[in-house]
């Protein structure tokens, strides 16, 4: 199951488009399963050998860079956002509402 569901994860991930966010909670809703931010943060950090998952655009609700300790370097992650056009200011997405990319419902 949870490998399956961490295949799910990634294959919403992928889709996200490039300059654009989306939350944890997204991606678990857009799966069908609401209560399972945590879950799809536990995939986000194992994907981190995984070149094809952009997981610097995968951020909390708030539009902070809570997984920001899972990339290697300081602001990988930032400097990953920031190249796309992405502002951060304090580990914050600045203009998060400008940014977030809501995914498809998985059916």
Partial sequence: MEE???ERVYAIA???PEGKV????????????AR????VGWAMNASHNRDD????????RKG??????H????????????????EVVDNQIVDFEK???IPEMDV
Wanted: proline share 2%; glycine share 10%; charged share 15%.
């Fill in 4 to 6: 399956n569901f961490f």
């Fill in 14 to 16: 992928k889709q996200i």
């Fill in 22 to 33: 989306t939350s944890y909670g997204a991606i678990a809703k857009a799966l069908g399963t």
């Fill in 36 to 39: 399972s931010a945590r879950m």
């Fill in 53 to 60: 998952v952009p997981a610097h655009r995968v951020v909390n």
């Fill in 64 to 69: 902070l860079l809570s997984g920001k300790h």
């Fill in 71 to 86: 990339f290697d370097g300081t602001n990988l992650m930032q400097q990953l956002l920031e190249n796309e056009g992405i």
């Fill in 99 to 101: 940014y977030f990319w």
